[in-house]
Structure formats: C-alpha cells, structure tokens
C-alpha cells in the first residue's frame, strides 16, 4: 500500500489532550480526487481530512493522524461532541451516486488496518459522517459497502431479531452511539434515517420492527464504551 503526502495547512492540535478514538469515513460529493485534494489542501476551504483515497486505490496523506482534521464539522457519536479531536478523518473520492471501486475498497481496508491497530480503535467506533450527524449528512451513502469492511473486522454488521421482545428504538440506538441534532424537531425520523442510510438503505416508510430490532441488536453487542481522552 503506497500513501503519498501531501500536506494540507487545514487542521490543528487536539483539544483538551485527546486521542483518535474512532475513524469518520466520508465521501468528497466532487467529480474527481483531484479537485478533491485541491480543496482539502485550499486554506480558504478550511477543512480537510487524515486521508483521500481515489478511485483506483491511491491514497495520499494530508494531516498527520496525531493532530485535528477539519473534517466532522458539527455533530456527536456516543458524548462525543468534538468529533474532529476524537476521530481519524478518511475521504473517499465518490459523488454519492455510484459504487466504490474494488482497489479503492482494499485501499481502505489496509489503511483502515493500520489506523486501528495503531490508536487502538475497535471495529464498533468506524463510522460514518451520517452517523454522527443524522440528517445534515449522508456520506459515505447508500452505495457504501458497510457489510464488507464488517467481514473485515474493520466496522460492525447487525444479527437483529425483528421477532424479539418489544423495545426502546432512541434508547437503543442512543446506547449504541446514534442521537438526534440537538434542535431536531422529530429526533426519531433524524436517528431511523441514519440508521437506515447504514443498514437498511433501501427502506422506506415508518419505524418499523426490523430497525427496532437493529438498534436493539447493536445495543447490546456494541453499546458505546467511553474511551479514554487523554494521553
């Protein structure tokens, strides 16, 4: 795996003493990596990533992993609120509307690998943009392969049964790391979008026993574990 530099002048020290916990996986919504890259590394954008990884699998490193990207934006995982001091940033060079590519897949994982054996980061604190900021994103998508990095051991895949007891779908998915804005007006529409957008893409309609099931699945097998934030 070959990671090229390219420094970007975006980013800054981690609030507070904190470490990466957890890895944000966006996609850069541009036509191609190039334009990508130029933005992420433009000091008027003011925002970049950890890392791009393009269509055909090149990656090139951008902020040092010991340092804040400015990539989250506002949003929470879990009682994180800083996401950006928290998180190892990684965008994929995708529009949103087509599939990733294979080489770029393995790219990922081999990074992915890397990134988590180094700070330590479970499977379970892998996620997406949408995921910690329900409504206001959607990458990395419909189109991204959750399920094939979870074969990995690199994120977390649901075993639900929609036949189980009856449950608490905010409370469930609050445990597992999933909450609404904080202005949200329908806090259970926001947390069932992002949900669905990760793991059921391609439902629609109410609330339903099925995504009951999945928060109360992910619940128990992967609560949110506060991490340490100091070094």
Known sequence: MTVMSCPSPNHGPRRDGARPDMVVIHYTAMDSAAAALDRLCDPEAEVSAHYLICEQGRIWHMVNEEM??????????????????????????????HPFSAPQMTALEGLLRGVMARWAIPPARVIGHSDMAPLRKSDPGPRFDWRRLARCGLSIWPDPDPAGPPSDFLADAARAGWHPPADCADPETAVLTALRLRFRPQASGALDMMDRAIAADLAARFPVDPMPRTA
Not at 70 to 90: E, K, L, P, Q, Y
């Open 68 to 97: 804040r990207a400015w990539h989250a934006g506002a949003g929470r995982w879990g009682d994180v609120t800083d996401v950006n001091s928290r998180s190892i940033g990684i965008e994929l060079a995708n529009r949103g509307d």
